[in-house]
């Protein structure tokens, strides 16, 4: 057995042996490496002398580094892949949120628009990564909903209802998950529909918005020091959209682009530096429209959702579940580009799925395009293809992503939104009717 390999073996073993409570996800723990004969152990978690000394009931050796670092690597993406569920959140007696292990995904769970606490809709989720060195910064997720609530009333009317609601939950998975609390933050009252959030993947701490679908103002997330959405009647504009938005995203090169399905259009946002009045916004920050409906490339019949390339395009899923459905990309001149270059029309993506509804899609660091689908029977299933790729088939599917909208980390790790409402432990639902948000990740390869 050659040394890489070997390293490798007790990096797994280490892994697969310690409990899920000496896990640390992300970058938050402190860092000391732990080396074998000058080699450092390359896997994805950091555990601490103490835990591991509980997790194999031995007092680690004199000289033991008081930490072990395991650096995080990608799980390559291939024909056998089938994602598995990891953990969920759930709530405590407080209200207070964690991160659950379990292997058991939720259920698909019918939404109910009336004027009981339900959830109704699902509009988006987002992840920001965790990053420590010089500049660290807390990994988060944001995620936008329509429920009704009995402790949350309409940011205007000041009344309950079927409201749109937004939330940002931490990422931290050490500490048997009690960490997701840690910058828990919400707007505090409902909007009215069409509210989304669009955080950078790699961004800074301020450079994060979510959509007041009220007035159709993009609003600043402030992820630093303490979460926080700017308020939808504090007159803090970063832009106005011409339309209502069926998905809001967050373009690297410092653009919001939002796609229309009622009007077959995108809109692409030059993000200012600073906010200005929601007057001022009305004529120096309007939004521009591009495309229109139709089939030829750089126009788009009832785009669904939409997604961003890590080069930056623009990839929108077209069509429903009684049209055929294709991918089509864009630049952000709302111009198509020929980014399928292996596709007999390389500015579209065939998506062969037969009578399946496109819930949501995502784009992973490097490329691969992961679309969630359900049948009529509500059957939930999670694609990955790759823009390169020959032939319009999945590279790999997994059956049971009971989700309603998704999106993929730095590591491809799929964060979803479920359809199941978070509850207390005696079966109660709290003031905010909130959906759980569960990860899921790829096994190791074969």
Partial sequence: M???????????????????????HG?????????????????????????LANA??????????????????KVPIQATTVYRHTLKTRLDANAHHAWTVTSTAPPYVPTNNG???????????????????????QGYVGYAWRAFSTGVNDCRANSPGQLDLLANLNTDLSDDGVHAQDGYATVGCG???????????????????YLDSDTRHVRQVQLAPAPKFASPGGDQSFGHLNHASTRLLLHPSGHIVSISTATHQMETLKLPLAPKSDAEALTQLRARTHSGRGTRPGLMTRPVTAAISPEGVIVV??????????????DLGGNP?????RQALPYFFPLALQ???????????????????????????????????????????????????LAVDLWRSVYTLNYETLVLPNGSIPGLTEPSVSVWIPPPPT
């Fill in 2 to 24: 050659t040394r890489g390999v070997w390293l490798a073996l007790v990096a797994f073993v280490i892994a697969t042996l310690l409990p899920r409570s000496a896990l640390a």
């Fill in 27 to 51: 970058t938050g723990v402190s860092k000391a490496e732990y080396a074998i004969d000058d080699h450092v152990i390359h896997a994805a978690i950091v555990f601490r002398r103490e835990e």
């Fill in 56 to 73: 194999f009931a031995v007092e680690p050796a004199r000289g033991v580094a008081d930490s072990i670092t395991i650096t995080q690597t």
């Fill in 115 to 137: 004027q009981t606490p339900a959830l109704g809709d699902f509009r988006s989720i987002t992840v920001r990564q965790p990053r420590s060195g010089q500049s660290p910064q």
């Fill in 191 to 209: 909007l009215q529909a069409g509210a989304s959030v669009a955080y950078g993947l790699l961004d800074s701490d301020d450079r994060n918005f």
């Fill in 317 to 330: 899923v077209e069509g429903s579940d009684d049209e055929h459905m294709r991918l089509q990309a864009f």
């Fill in 337 to 341: 580009i020929p980014y399928f270059k």
């Fill in 355 to 405: 009578g399946r509804i496109c819930l949501d899609l995502a784009i992973e660091f490097t490329g691969y395009i992961y679309l969630l689908s359900r049948d009529a029977q509500y059957d939930h299933r999670l694609d990955i293809y790759h823009p390169q790729q020959t032939g319009s088939a999945p590279i790999c599917s997994t059956q049971g992503v009971n989700a309603a909208r």
